[in-house]
């Protein structure tokens, strides 16, 4: 049985200084068709106010796969505050046409993952945000 060859994808934190743009067009030149886009470089275009539709036809263009948005920071501390970073980081990962959102909790031992997973049931069940919790919580793809 023939083994599948690995797939790589290109993280924007490899050239955190470009453009979306210009980080579309290496990845391309480098052979590459898959993309990890970030918000927490000076270049992200969440932060610059780039329109989602922008970033999605600059990946149209270049002929790239935005696979994910990293990331919702300290996902596991759910507050008013994340929810609504949450809510506005899923609606512009899914303009973009990324596959999937990036969930980083905090990892400091406390054992904090069970809470999380419950506040993750109940706010699904509330349904005013279920959309964008269910697009943070499965692959889009």
Known sequence: MRQASPRFALDHMAVPRLDVRAFFTLARDLGLTEVDIRNDLCSNPVA????????????????????????????????????????????YAAACGAKTLVLVPVNDGSGANAICRGRLRAGRRRGVHAASIDFMARDRG
Do not use: C, H, Q, Y
Not at 57 to 76: D, P, Q
């Open 48 to 91: 610059r106010g780039m329109p989602a539709a922008d970033v999605r036809s600059a990946a149209t263009e270049a002929g790239v796969t935005i696979i994910s948005v990293n990331a919702l920071r300290r996902f596991n501390e759910w507050t008013p505050v994340r929810e609504a970073e949450a809510s506005k980081l899923a609606d």
